[in-house]
């Protein structure tokens, strides 16, 4: 897709995520990688300057935290030169626009148990050198330890019924301390009984026993059904005392 005159690009009001102004507004990240895309996705031309800036589409069908960033949500705290965690990363999809927001500064670890998805997510990697894929179960952080830093921000999204549980123990193993976390829950893999809200009420108490408070809570209708991303601080200050950095 050339973009020409036709296109603007806008800054979001997240650093590193940008909407292009055209026939159709668009959400899109910097390419990285010009020329290369990941999924299909469309890709946009724009001459600033002397300087031909390519960007890519971001699907909000394809990617919850797209859908996230649509829904109006407050933070995503990911912007150039974070390092993310990133638990169940499956072919790369979303992680190569995190990639692009965390900039050639930034790092994303991503997570895939699926050795299926895995090898797509090591072709993205491939390219995307401040990709770091690890091909482990989430579940047992230790057999990555040795691969991980320490973290601002855990993203998860691995639909599975202890995922409070998995975050957890990442967050103790890699979070910093005041770090965050982005959670997307869907319903029906923790109990495909039970009401989405009262799912997610049950979620986020687990959350609060490990010391991960969430903040804000934001369902991602209309791009999917029955799941909600939760968005926290991991283990705040006490109260009284100022956040260590004001995100």
């Known amino acids: 897709m050339k973009g020409g005159q036709k296109v603007f690009i806008e800054p979001h009001r997240f650093e590193g995520v940008f909407i292009a102004r055209g026939k159709e507004d668009a959400l899109v990240t910097l390419n990285l990688v010009p020329g290369e895309d990941v999924y299909g996705e469309k890709k946009i031309a724009v001459q600033e300057g002397e300087q031909k800036l390519e960007y890519r589409a971001w699907n909000p069908f394809r990617s919850k935290l797209a859908a996230a960033i649509l829904g109006g949500i407050d ?28 900039g050639q500064e930034g790092l994303v670890y991503a997570v895939e148990f699926s050795h299926r998805s895995g090898r797509d997510l090591i072709n993205v990697a491939k390219k995307r050198t401040n990709i770091i894929p690890i091909i482990e179960d989430a579940r047992h952080p230790h057999k990555y330890r040795m691969l991980v830093g320490m973290v601002d921000t855990i993203f998860a999204d691995v639909a599975q019924p202890d995922q ?4 957890a123990i990442n967050a103790h193993n890699f979070l910093k301390n005041q770090g965050h976390f982005v959670i997307s829950i869907k319903a029906n ?6 009401q989405p809200e009262a799912v997610f009420a049950g979620e986020v108490k687990k ?15 209309p791009y999917e059904r029955d799941h909600a991303v939760v968005v926290g601080i991991y283990r705040p200050p006490p109260k009284g005392m100022k956040k260590e950095e004001d995100d």
């Open 75 to 102: 933070k995503i705290h990911m912007k150039p030169g974070s390092k993310v965690l990133y638990l169940g990363a499956a072919s790369g999809t979303t992680v190569s626009h995190v990639a692009d927001i965390v």
């Open 164 to 167: 409070a549980r998995i975050v």
């Open 189 to 194: 893999c923790i109990d495909s009984t039970a």
């Open 207 to 221: 959350l609060r026993a490990e010391q991960l408070k969430p903040e804000e809570q934001l369902t991602l209708e």
